[in-house]
Structures are given as structure tokens and as C-alpha cells.
């Protein structure tokens, strides 16, 4: 019953910024813990960032300062902000959402629902 669907994606160099999207329908969006988990060819998905409220934020080490999550639950919408991008950052890019808030939003098996992915893709 709950969708999510991931836009923004795209092949940009090293350095540059991308904005992912993802939009939620069919649920309570403003209750769910909404995270981002990308995945390189042969390498396992990795958390990305999650957001529970505008207080409260989680991101990988890999990606602190360079990414900002961010949400509008007017929209149903979480976001994805990318900035100084490496080439290490290419991978697909899954939108996900945790019905039950005391899940630890680092944990991909936390999560009820997920996108269909993105593809970023960065060259040096």
C-alpha cells in the first residue's frame, strides 16, 4: 500500500551536487522513519542517511557534511541532498521507510518499505 518512488538521479563528475527525491503515497508519511541506503556493483547496500525529525539525523561517516537529509511531510517527500560528490558515491540509490520508531535507522531490516532506486553515477 506504501509507494515510494526515487527521482534525481543522473552522471555527473567529481565534485558536483545532485538532489534525490523521494516521494511517499499510501501511508502516514509523517509518522515513518525515512532513510536512504545506496548499493555499488559488487558491494552490499550501505547506509546512507535517515531522518526520523528535522532534529533528529543520521549519516554514514562516509558522508557527513557532503550530504543533508532532509523532509516535507506537507509533500510526503524526503530528500536527498549530495554535494562535493566522489566517485565513490556511485551506486543505486533506495528511498526507505521504518513504520516503528524505536528501530534503529541504521539497520536496512528495519524497514517496511523501499523504492525502486536511483542511479548515481560520479567520474573523476
Known amino acids: 500500500q506504501v509507494q515510494l518512488v526515487e527521482t534525481g538521479g543522473g552522471a555527473v563528475q567529481a565534485g558536483d551536487s545532485l538532489r534525490l527525491s523521494c516521494a511517499a503515497s499510501?501511508?502516514?508519511?509523517?509518522?515513518?522513519?525515512m532513510g536512504w541506503f545506496r548499493q555499488a556493483p559488487g558491494k552490499e547496500r550501505e547506509f546512507v542517511a535517515a531522518i526520523k525529525s528535522a532534529s533528529d539525523t543520521y549519516y554514514a561517516d562516509s558522508v557527513k557534511v557532503r550530504f543533508t537529509i532532509s523532509r516535507d511531510n506537507a509533500k510526503n517527500t524526503v530528500y536527498l541532498q549530495m554535494n562535493s560528490l566522489k566517485p565513490e558515491d556511485t551506486a543505486v540509490y533506495y528511498c526507505?521507510?521504518?513504520?516503528?520508531?524505536?528501530?534503529?535507522?541504521?539497520?536496512?531490516?528495519?524497514?517496511?518499505?523501499w523504492g525502486q532506486g536511483t542511479q548515481v553515477t560520479v567520474s573523476s
Open positions: 499510501g501511508g502516514t508519511f509523517s509518522s515513518y522513519t
Open positions: 526507505a521507510a521504518d513504520r516503528v520508531p524505536t528501530h534503529w535507522p541504521t539497520r536496512g531490516l528495519s524497514y517496511d518499505y
